[in-house]
């Protein structure tokens, strides 16, 4: 009974609350209309109103006569009885409050997004971060008539620097007795004879074999990640440059005893006698290969050409009759050829070898 009585009472007041509302905007109606019939009053024999203000309060009487019909069919479907108008408004109701919600969790999202600190507001962010948009697009255009060839080959070479000086510092750690030094150009490893060759001979000595098998071993484990082919490690955490390697030359040199021929004849031998001690050592060195799928590990000879000691001095022959181990880089010829990533090497391994561009 008392759940009935609450009910009744529940429908009452929802039906004064139609009630209250329909006699609110009946009663703004008239009003507007008792305003209208005092300004019609005022107006004298000749006097005319604009057409404006005319279509204006006809077009308010419209809006709230309209409004008027609505609140009475919603009133009168409820009175008689429509179970459909409170689920209805009720729906309304629930879809308002949940697009509430959304927009509230949208703004939320959005302070964080743009990091506010207490105080900031999103569109003082918003402008910070414009601001800051248009300057990296005025360095942009500073920079774009920067040399992109140019600029790789710079980052290339202070890289195979550093590969150079990793080199050193490992093979020195191994065994402080070689001698082993960089070339002023920062683009070869230079092994002073001390011992390496006897005059006049190809074949390296018992203790510079051992030291160009222990050489072998660091230099692979090092070029691992700048050179292709089976045994390399390439990747970004070790070559964030893309600096890859072209050309591993094994360079033999001779003193100045002898004729030029023969003395070229010489350290091309003597190139060889240490690329074969080198790969006996580690084979895998002749799985790296370069962007053109070509061996790396090469072998030259410079005869008496470049010598690093003076020979008037003790000492100097000796140390003239040596090996380099210099490192060529792969140099772009154009910016299309320039990798802009590791995914990207294979692009430019097809470029480099007769492909086409996809």
Do not use: W
């Amino acid at each position: 009974m008392r759940h009935a009585f609450r009910q009744r009472l529940s429908e009452e007041e929802e039906e004064s609350v139609f009630v209250s509302m329909t006699d609110m905007t009946v009663s703004f109606l008239f009003i507007v209309m008792i305003l209208l019939a005092f300004f019609a009053t005022q107006i004298t024999p000749g006097e005319t109103v604009p057409k404006h203000m005319l279509d204006e309060a006809e077009s308010i009487i419209e809006q709230r006569d309209l409004q008027v019909r609505q609140l009475l069919a919603e009133l009168e479907s409820y009175r008689s009885g429509d179970p459909g108008i409170i689920p209805k408004l009720q729906a309304e109701k629930a879809q308002l409050e949940a697009r509430v919600r959304a927009l509230e969790e949208d703004i939320d999202a959005i302070h964080a997004e743009l990091e506010l600190a207490d105080g900031d507001t999103a569109v003082a962010r918003i402008s910070l971060l414009r601001n800051e948009l248009q300057r990296l697009h005025a360095l942009l255009a500073a920079s774009s008539d920067e040399n992109l060839i140019e600029r790789y080959n710079t980052v290339v070479s202070l890289q195979r620097a550093k590969i150079l000086h990793v080199l050193r510092e490992r093979i020195v750690a191994a065994d402080p007795s070689i001698d082993v030094s960089i070339s002023r150009n920062q683009d070869a490893l230079q092994f002073r004879g001390d011992g390496l060759f006897a005059s006049n001979s190809t074949t390296p000595s018992r203790q510079g074999r051992a030291k160009m098998r222990l050489i072998a071993g660091i230099l692979q484990d090092v070029i691992a990640c700048f050179a292709l082919g089976e045994p390399s490690t390439l990747g970004s955490t070790c070559n964030e440059d893309i600096a890859v390697i072209d050309a591993l030359q094994i360079e033999g040199h001779a003193d100045s005893v002898g004729s030029d021929n023969h003395n070229m004849d010489l350290s091309a031998r003597r190139g060889a006698a240490i690329y074969g001690e080198m790969i006996a050592a580690n084979p895998q060195l002749l799985g790296f290969i370069n962007l053109r799928a070509q061996p790396v590990l090469s072998v030259s000879g410079y005869g008496e050409g470049r010598p690093i000691a003076d020979e008037a001095l003790p000492g100097g022959r000796d140390a003239n009759r040596r090996i380099d181990i210099r490192f060529i880089m792969f140099s772009p010829v154009d910016e299309a050829s320039i990798p802009s990533g590791l995914d990207d090497l294979a692009r430019i391994q097809k470029l480099l070898q007769g492909g086409e561009f996809e």
